[in-house]
């Protein structure tokens, strides 16, 4: 038998069941990804396997590095097909890491090879993908028609003028592709160097020449206006943890100005001035109904040293400590009594994490629609079987399983598509044991129906998209 086989992670004849009639054949909704618009605009054609399935991807970097692989097979000049090989010396290595699971998954999906990965298949590996890459299947278009892709949301920075999309718009492509506005250099006054570049970058967008923090928040303003217009209905933050410190309108000002004048602001008035910022966020995404997504407790960039040799989000990144629950509640409060929590969906990186957020939800469902505050995915060093089964257990203690909005590919590669079917997989053995211990009744229908809409039909439901 194949490693990858019809009953890959269903451990019951329950769990096959509930997978074939409930989950497998369901589409997907990729509601949050870093996919490159422009990729998708040009239906960019991968000429090797390196080119779609290791470039840009810090994942596999990070098991390289750790297998004695040097930076040049990484991040480096080596030739494709050599940094290919490495990265197959490095697979059988990976046993019980969830890239081991990705990796053979991906091969079986992606080109029918269900040979194992290792240094003596990788020429034969290395060939029949690259034959099969010739095919407009495995284009950005064809991909997302083959896994049923009826939605995505990319990642995009305000300052972005947002040229791709509206040539995919225009492309007649059937997946709708939507902005979604991750506004997180705002928050950068305490490194000028970074923030005024930017905040040039996103006047120019905007048609605003930013010299005070009105022209600054007009600007932002207009720019959420315009994704709107282009179908946005998320907006995203990327955070260590939520910024709730008292801020007043001239406190926010003078910091602006500080970064402006090319001064790096203190820490605490960086916070003091992200946290008036993310009120102001809030309040546009609740004005226009929008979704903020937050994504908490990441520690970034801690190998200074790599990071300024080879970039940010190369593979240097770790789970970070801090509280959250404080913070975030204070946040989630001001907003309420501000004119009200927009939908929201929390996100941590963190496993301790996983019960104060999925109790946090709670506090602010106020019945106007169903999971309205939601529980998000098992997100980056989490989102693996055991991982996303924490998820699933935090918050069917704490909430309502049955509202979630499911699972996110959170990935730059077109080849993260078989990651839905593994949390189906995941969802529905987890689902199918409890049955078999008389924990869940033996209805599959009333199991199934939960399975269907975490699966599709509630982000279906929960996202306003306009078509």
């Not at 593979?315 to 929201?344: M, N, T």
């Amino acid at each position: 038998m194949p490693f990858i086989h019809d009953d890959f992670l269903l451990e019951t004849g329950t769990a096959r069941r509930l997978y074939r009639a409930h989950a497998a054949a369901q589409p997907i909704i990729d509601y949050h990804n870093h996919l490159p618009p422009r990729e998708i605009a040009e239906n960019r054609r991968f000429a090797n396997l390196w080119e779609i399935w290791l470039e840009g991807d810090h994942y596999k970097w990070r098991a390289m590095r750790a297998n004695g692989v040097p930076e040049r097979y990484c991040t480096g000049d080596a030739p494709p097909y050599e940094k290919f090989l490495a990265w197959a010396r490095t697979v059988p290595r990976c046993l019980r890491n969830p890239l081991y699971h990705w990796t053979h998954l991906e091969l079986v999906r992606y080109f029918g090879i269900h040979d194992l990965l290792d240094e003596a298949t990788a020429k034969s590996i290395w060939d029949r993908a690259n034959e099969r890459l010739r095919s407009d299947d495995l284009r950005p278009h064809g991909i997302l028609k083959t896994f049923d892709v009826r939605a995505l949301c990319t990642t995009d920075d305000p300052a972005d003028d947002l040229r791709w999309h509206q040539q995919i718009r225009a492309s007649g492509l059937a997946t709708r592709v939507y902005p979604t506005f991750r506004p997180d250099r705002a928050l950068d006054v305490h490194a000028p160097d970074i923030f005024n570049p930017w905040v040039d970058r996103l006047g120019a967008a905007a048609d605003v020449h930013v010299a005070r923090l009105g022209d600054l928040l007009d600007a932002l303003r207009r720019r959420h206006d315009a994704f709107h217009e282009a179908g946005g209905r998320l907006s995203d933050h990327g955070l260590p943890y939520c910024y709730a410190d008292p801020c007043t309108e001239a406190d926010a000002s003078a910091a602006f100005d500080h970064a402006r004048a090319g001064r790096a602001v203190d820490a605490a008035a960086a916070r003091r001035y992200a946290s008036f910022m993310m009120l102001f966020f809030g309040r546009l995404d609740a004005d226009k109904g929008w979704t903020k997504q937050l994504h908490l407790g990441a520690l970034r960039g801690v190998n200074t040293r790599a990071v300024q040799a080879v970039g940010r989000d190369t593979g240097f990144d770790s789970i970070g400590d801090w509280p959250q629950a404080a913070a975030l509640g204070a946040y989630l409060d001001r907003l309420e009594q501000q004119g009200g929590v927009p939908r929201k969906i929390l996100y941590n990186d963190n496993p301790a994490d996983n019960s104060p957020l999925a109790t946090m939800i709670g506090n602010f469902q106020d019945g106007s629609i169903p999971g309205k505050m939601q529980f998000g995915s098992a997100w980056w060093f989490l989102d693996q079987k055991d991982g996303i089964e924490q998820q699933i257990d935090a918050l069917s203690n704490a909430g309502v399983l049955a509202q979630f909005v499911g699972m996110l590919t959170d990935s730059r590669s077109f080849m993260s598509y078989p990651r839905h079917e593994y949390f189906r997989r995941v969802l529905c053995n987890l689902l199918g044991r409890e049955i078999d211990r008389g924990e869940l009744p033996a209805d599959d229908g009333l199991v199934g129906g939960l399975i269907e809409d975490v699966c599709f039909g509630n982000a279906r439901r929960y996202f306003q998209w306009p078509d």
